[in-house]
């Protein structure tokens, strides 16, 4: 398939049609990122890569790196992971505290910002050195040692964290929580601030299109079984309140973030990073979501 030229052909009749989304503007190194950059990379398990646009330009990964941090975890604590947090779809913005109230301390699922940060307890007590053995997660699956955290954002992460930090003190009141708030609240905020482009993105997450064996160095980070699982999580979790409606149009696992990226996966197949930093009012990217959406159209290639 020519990948390449699909691409061009749907970004081009994207940018006949207004990009209505707003870039998010709770901190100010998103606010002032170029709304109008956009990027996409595709790779396939056989290790064959097709890119476009503003693929190789870092951008805050935010929010998807709830799935390698969950991967981390559930790799070490297997299904003992479930009895910490929940494994069913929010239906309410992922910073609500709402249900986390009704749920007592347990939240909804990893991917909403109380299990992500509940996740992050765990990996504090997991490891030794957390935020440097994240980073060394990342950059193996990868296969890049530039990737890093971004300091400024997450220390814009923390002067604008207030609900954030109201979510980890209401899941310690119900004991749901073991170690130091601002040990916990350091690394959540540190993998908010990830920067990867969308080659990056896309090579990371191809171990989940893999059966859990990252393709070109062999080695195994989840079983088969715990693969379908997460891939399984991304569909019905990865999209905020928005999941169904991705699934609906676009038809594959994956995950967004605030910075306008979105992976997807075809389990077996291939995964694909978009990025276009103007989100729609769910939060996640307006024309990631419509250009996506087209692909699976275009070439068939959904899993369903
Ligand atoms: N950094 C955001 C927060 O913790 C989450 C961003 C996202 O959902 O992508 O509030």
Request: glycine share 8%; hydrophobic share 40%.
């Amino acid at each position: 398939m020519h990948y390449e030229k699909i691409f061009e052909e749907i970004f081009r009749d994207l940018q006949k049609k207004e990009d209505k989304g707003e870039v998010a503007t709770y901190i100010p190194e998103l606010a002032s990122v170029d709304p109008n950059q956009f990027g996409v990379y595709l790779k396939t398990v056989e290790g064959n890569g097709y890119s476009f646009g503003d693929a190789e330009k870092r951008f805050s990964i935010q929010s998807i790196a709830k799935v390698l941090s969950f991967v981390l975890a559930y790799g070490r604590l297997k299904s003992d992971v479930w009895k910490r947090t929940n494994l069913e779809p929010a239906g309410t913005p992922f910073n609500s505290l709402l249900q986390l109230e009704v749920d007592r301390g347990i939240p909804r699922n990893p991917f909403i910002n109380a299990g992500a940060i509940l996740i992050c307890d765990i990996l504090v007590s997991e490891l030794e050195n957390p935020k440097d053995e994240i980073l060394a997660f990342v950059r193996a699956l990868s296969g890049n040692d530039s990737i890093d955290y971004n300091p400024r954002v997450a220390q814009s992460e923390k002067e604008m964290g207030n609900r954030n930090y109201a979510m980890i003190y209401l899941m310690k009141s119900f004991g749901n929580i073991e170690n130091k708030i601002d040990t916990v609240m350091d690394l959540y905020f540190h993998l908010c601030s990830l920067e990867m482009n969308c080659k990056e993105l896309g090579s990371t997450f191809l171990f989940l299109a893999n059966n859990g064996v990252v393709p070109w160095s062999g080695e195994r980070i989840l079983s088969p079984s715990r693969t379908k699982r997460t891939n399984a999580l991304m569909q019905t979790c990865g999209f905020y309140d928005e999941a169904g409606e991705f699934t609906f149009k676009v038809g594959l696992p994956g995950k967004s973030g605030v910075g306008g990226g979105i992976v997807a996966v075809h389990p077996g197949r291939y995964t694909i990073a978009v990025w276009s930093p103007k989100l729609n009012s769910k939060g996640n990217s307006y024309r990631g979501m419509l250009f996506l959406e087209q692909f699976t159209t275009v070439t068939n290639l959904s899993i369903f």
